[in-house]
């Protein structure tokens, strides 16, 4: 028997960070090994220790050291949950200034399924760069979902995170 596909969640320090045990839970039922990334400051809201026991892989938010070891397996898909403003432009635009966009910008050029969960204020959305630099990551091949999908805090319920299992379902290896 095979072991379940992995999937690189990479998170980003919006609101629903908040709650990504739950979607690491569901996603680890719904058939993925779970390996969390995080930017620096959404790792500052989660309990990394926690989260690595349940995953069983250490939340990665910083590089590691020349000659370290890899701690996480190869990943089969990513998913970026929640998107934030800065982290979606940075990565239109090649930036790798921490380790959760030098990963995602590796994965770009791998043909691993991406998939995108914005969360992004409606005046931000509205700037005159988020739009293109979407449809940049659109055309890389990036699967980007409805930013309705993630709602205030108050909103997110587990049928919120219904909507993110299924899409990541049908990306999953073998589906």
Same mark, same amino acid.
């Given at each position: 028997?095979?072991?379940?596909?992995?999937?690189?969640?990479?998170?980003?320090?919006?609101?629903?960070?908040?709650?990504?045990?739950?979607?690491?839970?569901?996603?680890?039922?719904? #058939?993925?090994?779970?390996?969390?990334?995080?930017?620096?400051?959404?790792?500052?809201?989660?309990?990394?220790?926690?989260?690595?026991?349940?995953? #069983?892989?250490?939340?990665? *938010?910083?590089?590691?050291?020349?000659?370290?070891?890899?701690? =996480?397996?190869?990943?089969?898909?990513?998913?970026?949950?929640?998107?934030?403003?800065?982290?979606?432009?940075?990565?239109?635009?090649? @930036?790798?200034?921490?380790?959760?966009?030098?990963?995602?910008?590796?994965?770009?050029?791998?043909?691993?399924?991406? =998939?995108?969960?914005?969360?992004?204020?409606?005046?931000?959305?509205? =700037?005159?760069?988020? #739009?293109?630099?979407?449809?940049?990551?659109?055309?890389?091949?990036?699967? @980007? =979902?409805?930013?309705?999908?993630?709602?205030?805090?108050?909103?997110?319920?587990?049928?919120?995170?219904?909507?993110?299992?299924?899409?990541?379902?049908?990306?999953?290896?073998? *589906?």
């Amino acid at each position: 028997m095979s072991e379940a596909p992995v999937l690189y969640l990479v998170v980003c320090a919006a609101p629903p960070a908040q709650q990504i045990g739950e979607l690491a839970d569901l996603l680890m039922a719904d #058939g993925w090994r779970i390996c969390v990334i995080a930017t620096p400051i959404a790792a500052s809201w989660l309990d990394c220790d926690a989260l690595a026991d349940r995953t #069983g892989y250490p939340v990665r *938010a910083h590089w590691r050291r020349p000659g370290d070891p890899e701690p =996480h397996p190869p990943a089969d898909g990513a998913a970026v949950v929640p998107a934030t403003f800065n982290t979606l432009n940075k990565w239109a635009a090649g @930036v790798s200034d921490t380790l959760a966009l030098g990963i995602l910008n590796e994965l770009l050029c791998t043909g691993v399924p991406i =998939h995108v969960f914005p969360r992004v204020k409606a005046t931000l959305a509205a =700037h005159p760069a988020y #739009g293109p630099n979407l449809r940049r990551l659109r055309k890389a091949g990036v699967v @980007v =979902h409805d930013g309705d999908v993630l709602r205030a805090p108050d909103e997110m319920t587990s049928s919120r995170w219904a909507a993110v299992v299924d899409a990541l379902r049908a990306a999953r290896p073998g *589906a």
